[in-house]
């Protein structure tokens, strides 16, 4: 099988090359780079859904649900989707620059994470671990777009604001009412995921320990993210948040869920959520 | 035969309106006629604007041996506009051979406007390019000539950055409102005060797709006067405030010595339109809105200085963008020398022979990869095929060419021609390759009128567009 252990390389390779290419398209202002950067993320994007599917394929597909190989490898797939949607939606070609890294980062950390398994009990079933991870995982890869959107906000309309001028790089960039847009639908999508995905995991920690909540530290983080999403979701559609508040506080709950994501599974000792062999 | 270029002109630079005004060519094509008749030249093509007048010459070396050319030609224009020959020697520049290609050059890419970049003189040089074609005064050294400017002109708008950014007031203030807007669809403004700027400002918003437009004034039978000429809806001043919640633009230019927008007045505002972004352009001094209203969020205040100081940068940048734009001036002017050389007998043999001996090769190499392994005699035999029959069709043209060099100006016409018919020169064939030939629905575009070089400042349609057309 020589296909599924060259993939990682080759995913791992195209996604990075995508980037450089954008990167690089940006700087020079030409499309033909972008385009084929572009190209070569769907080519990986393509690629990394085969790779998943083909773990769930697998003999062992149930043990690969909880891997965390599996698990990062589907948040970096959750996050290049998103950021197809947008670009086909709202025509944001601009959020690649946050969208290929972080997925490359987290197919990185993926296979960083071979034969690391989370110690999830196994009668985890297919309809939690959709409402669990999937929601958590859809709104982690909302609030990174948020996070990209929310810089490119703060950057530009302090180009804007303080009259500094606008370079040919900041010409370029989509208008500030677009990123507020993106910002919007982050929230109102994104809050909605991640309460489910938080109070799924409440309802199954019940139903399996008879314990709401285990002090685990990930568990805390979790739940000042929510708090922090909820205010953020509260401002923005009741007192009508808009601009520099909402994109400054989407980059802060991102950052957070990030800590938890990273930090807390690989640093910090957790019950179950942890990713230690 | 050698041919001698030059070029005589005057601009802005180099003549004040008066001058301008009294060596203006108000027929070109009769101008372009009577100095054919008046001197001995080959072709003639004159540009008449209000910012310039270049007359392009070609004339034969020899004929015009000991003859002072660019003198007869500002005699003549002198005779033309009947003014003194001394004020228009003082005030007119001349450029001979590749410096008059690199003038015409940088006259074409708009490098020698007065606003650096701005494309209306393109569309004045296609449209005087066209008169001369069809006067017959322009033939084959300034065809090239001119639909090689026009290439150069794309190159440069194409490959530098020189005509991207707002270098009008006005215009600066509709790009920074496109940047936090995004599409200007759909969106409001108020014109508060009347004033030149403000009024100019406020139809370039419309023109952007701006849905809707109010207008106050301190009198409102001015703001209803307004609103009859621009299509928007009066609202009486002492409303101005209240009306604002609906309002996502403000262009204010009144006369008030104080400032009649507030910051707490915006903040109330503000949180009856639910922090939806608002953009004010102020352009009256002394200031009619508070400053403080920019440190509101969502709300960005651009004063006169501010856009003032955007327009400037805007203009060095296109200075910057200047020096690459000559690069690819000097370029095209040394490829433009090579062609001019070539246009002669000798080279122009050489290169058919040429082209046919590549053609014969090519094909004799893919015959015989065809054949496999035969011997050598055959292939022997086969060379000689392909290359006598490539030289003997080639014979006839050839001739032809001889005798016509020996006939009186008629040689680069047809040297041209074949030079085209075998594509010698491998050029591609550009968009307005063919602006010389007039086409059926073309006899609608020509009744437009072009607008002058000068008269841009805030114009919105590009008159080269027209040109575009064909």
């Known amino acids: ?277 | 035969m050698d041919k001698t270029i030059f070029l005589v002109g005057l601009n802005h630079r180099c003549a004040g309106v008066d001058v301008r005004e009294k060596f203006a060519l108000t027929n070109v094509a009769d101008f372009e006629k009577s100095l054919l008749a008046a001197c001995p030249l080959r072709e003639v093509m004159a540009l008449s604007t209000c910012n310039r007048v270049e007359i392009l010459v070609v004339a034969d070396s020899d004929r015009c041996a000991g003859i002072d050319l660019p003198e007869a030609v500002l005699g003549h224009w002198a005779e033309t506009c009947a003014g003194p020959l001394a004020t228009l020697r003082e005030h007119t520049y001349r450029h001979s051979s590749l410096d008059a290609v690199t003038h015409l050059f940088c006259v074409a890419a708009s490098l020698d406007s007065m606003v650096m970049g701005e494309p209306q003189i393109l569309g004045q040089l296609k449209s005087s390019y066209r008169k001369a074609v069809e006067t017959g005064t322009a033939r084959v050294i300034i065809n090239r000539l001119l639909h090689k400017s026009f290439s150069v002109a794309k190159r440069v708008r194409t490959e530098t950055a020189i005509a991207s950014s707002a270098v009008s007031i006005s215009y600066a203030a509709v790009e920074l409102a496109k940047k936090i807007f995004g599409e200007l669809s759909g969106k409001t403004a108020m014109l508060v005060g009347a004033g030149e700027m403000a009024e100019l400002a406020a139809t370039h918003l419309l023109a952007s797709g701006i849905e809707k437009l109010y207008i106050t004034n301190r009198t409102y039978s001015r703001a209803q006067e307004l609103a009859k000429t621009m299509h928007g809806e009066a609202i009486l001043f002492e409303g101005m405030v209240d009306q604002l919640r609906d309002v996502d633009i403000v262009i204010s230019s009144t006369g008030s010595p104080t400032a009649i927008i507030r910051a707490k007045d915006i903040r109330e505002v503000l949180k009856k339109r639910r922090n939806r972004a608002m953009f004010f352009i102020d352009i009256a001094v002394p200031r009619d809105i508070d400053p403080d209203v920019n440190a509101l969020d969502n709300v960005y205040l651009y004063d006169i200085d501010d856009l003032k100081e955007v327009v400037e940068e805007n203009m060095s940048a296109r200075q910057g963008e200047a020096v690459k734009a000559r690069a690819i001036v000097d370029v095209e002017t040394q490829a433009f020398a090579t062609w001019l050389k070539s246009l002669a007998l000798q080279p122009t043999i050489t290169d058919l022979l040429g082209r046919a001996e590549e053609v014969a090769g090519r094909e004799l190499a893919k015959t015989l990869k065809r054949l496999g392994d035969v011997d050598d005699e055959t292939r022997a035999a086969l060379e000689v095929l392909v290359s006598s029959v490539s030289r003997k069709l080639l014979h006839e043209p050839i001739c032809f060419l001889k005798r016509r060099t020996r006939e009186e100006g008629t040689a680069e016409r047809f040297i041209d021609m074949t030079r085209r018919i075998f594509n010698l020169d491998a050029d591609a064939v550009i968009e307005d390759a063919h602006l010389d030939r007039r086409t059926v629905d073309d006899e609608e575009s020509c009744g437009e009128i072009l607008d002058c070089e000068c008269c841009r400042d805030d114009s919105i349609s590009s008159p080269d567009s027209v040109a575009d057309k064909k």
């Open chain 1, 1 to 277: 099988m020589a296909l599924p252990e060259l993939l990682p390389i080759l995913v791992i390779a195209l996604y990075f090359l995508g980037t450089v290419l954008f990167v690089v398209g940006s700087a020079l202002r030409n499309e033909r780079l972008k385009v084929a950067s572009l190209g070569l993320a769907a080519v990986g994007f393509s690629l990394h859904t085969f790779d998943l599917v083909h773990m769930l394929s697998g003999v062992d597909a149930a043990q690969s649900l909880t891997a965390g190989r599996f698990l990062f490898c589907l948040l970096g797939w959750g996050i290049l989707s998103l950021f197809l949607l947008l670009w086909w939606r709202l025509k944001l070609k601009f959020l690649a620059v946050v969208a290929m890294p972080l997925a490359l980062m987290m197919y990185v950390t993926a296979n960083a994470t071979v034969g690391v398994s989370t110690k999830l009990p196994p009668m985890l079933s297919g309809l939690f671990f959709f409402m669990h991870i999937g929601t958590l995982f859809a709104s982690m890869a909302l609030l990174a777009m948020g996070f990209g959107a929310g810089l490119a906000f703060l950057h530009l309309e302090k180009r804007i604001k303080t009259k500094a001028g606008l370079k040919q790089f900041q010409k370029d960039m989509p208008s500030l009412d677009t990123f507020d847009r993106v910002n919007h639908f982050v929230v109102l999508c994104g809050f909605p995921l991640y309460t489910l995905g938080l109070a799924s995991g409440y309802v199954w920690a019940w139903l399996s320990a008879r314990r709401v909540f285990s002090l685990d530290p990930k568990e805390i983080v979790a739940l000042i993210v929510l708090l922090l999403y909820a205010y953020l979701f509260h401002q923005r559609l009741v007192m009508g948040w808009r601009g520099r508040k909402p994109a400054v506080m989407a980059i802060c709950v991102f950052l957070l869920t990030v800590i938890s994501m990273l930090g807390i599974n690989f640093l910090v000792p957790t019950t179950f959520h942890g990713f230690k062999p």
